[in-house]
């Protein structure tokens, strides 16, 4: 099959390319997916350069060449086979979900991993949701969001911005959004009521105070942050800028240490893509209440151009990476 291959860290444009290789091998509890669909997520930057420096001993990556030598992680497409133990799909249901290796015209994944497609999405919207939609979700329920509340989300025009300033609406909070000028008019559209230009304003500055913050990038630092929270409110950190050794490591620590200085809570979070978690999604989606926002797509070919995109924090919403034409189906094992 084709697939897009590393065999070293470095710039994305630099070793990433097209090969052929085999056929991944679906276990008992695996379901092999004929991928139409992916797309590039922070996460897989990350991967590529193998950076920060510190998660590679950590098992996140290979110390000194990657671990999953295929990247990519979102993905939407057909089941083609399922393994013994598999109860939750059979072939040729349509699917979306995460798992190692969604560069590539097949991928093995765990069935937990997966969840049936929703069915007012194509493909390629489906492929743009999964990490960046649970994530929003998650970082909202990790800092309790409540009706009524002030959100304040920091980068709000990306792949999970574009889901938490939906999300949050949805779940009744008056958010507000912190992009550029050039993304104010997709954050406003996807519910914000009000959007902050961190080209023209320091909203760390302002005079207004939110209850909850989703911090999903910039390079404010938590005590810059803590100042625009309620006296009771919680700051969430998913990811963010940093060193090349520790990456976003360092406001973390900080994060933990003002914790004990304040009323407020500051928190991190990881992202945990279930079968669970994407059901929830697929209902939100079905039902109108959210909807991905896609930037750009590319063909597998290009799928360095895409994560190159995302690594230089660009796009509104996600970058979508197409396997077209679909491979022809695998004959019966």
């Not at 998660?55 to 996140?60: F, I, S, Y």
């Not at 997709?186 to 302002?206: E, S």
């Not at 105070?209 to 929270?229: C, E, F, M, N």
């Not at 995302?310 to 796009?315: K, Q, R």
């Amino acid at each position: 099959m084709k697939a897009i291959v590393q065999h070293h860290y470095g710039a994305p444009q630099d070793v990433l390319h097209l090969a052929e290789v085999e056929m991944p091998v679906a276990g008992a509890e695996d379901v092999l997916v004929s991928v139409r669909a992916s797309s590039a997520n922070p996460w897989d930057w990350h991967f590529i350069r193998g950076e920060p420096l510190l998660v590679r001993p950590a098992g996140l990556g290979g110390v000194r060449k990657p671990k999953f030598p295929v990247p990519g992680g979102d993905l939407a497409g057909t089941v083609e086979r399922v393994g013994s133990a598999v109860t939750a799909f059979k072939p040729g249901d349509e699917v979306y979900g995460f798992g190692h290796g969604a560069f590539a015209e097949y991928i093995a994944v765990r069935q937990d991993g997966l969840a049936p497609k929703p069915g007012n999405l194509t493909f390629e919207q489906a492929a743009a949701v999964p990490l960046a939609a649970v994530t929003a979700l998650q970082g909202l329920r990790a800092g309790g969001i409540q009706p009524g509340q002030h959100v304040l989300i920091i980068g709000a025009s990306g792949g999970v911005g574009t889901f938490a300033v939906q999300i949050a609406r949805h779940l009744g909070a008056q958010v507000t959004g912190v992009c550029s000028t050039r993304h104010a008019d997709v954050v406003r559209r996807l519910g914000a009521k009000q959007v902050i230009d961190y080209t023209k304003k320091d909203f760390t500055l302002g005079a207004a105070r939110y209850d909850l913050i989703l911090q999903l990038g910039g390079t404010y630092s938590p005590a810059a942050v803590k100042k625009v929270l309620t006296p009771r409110g919680t700051l969430i950190q998913s990811f963010g800028d940093g060193s090349r050794w520790f990456g976003p490591v360092g406001n973390l620590i900080k994060a933990v240490a003002l914790n004990a200085l304040a009323g407020q809570t500051l928190k991190s979070f990881t992202a945990k893509v279930t079968a669970q978690a994407l059901t929830e999604v697929r209902d939100l989606i079905e039902s109108g209440s959210i909807t991905p926002v896609i930037d750009r797509t590319y063909p597998l070919t290009d799928a360095a151009a895409a994560v190159q995109l995302v690594e230089e924090g660009s796009p509104a919403g996600k970058v979508v990476v197409v396997v077209e034409p679909p491979p022809p189906r695998l004959p019966p094992p």
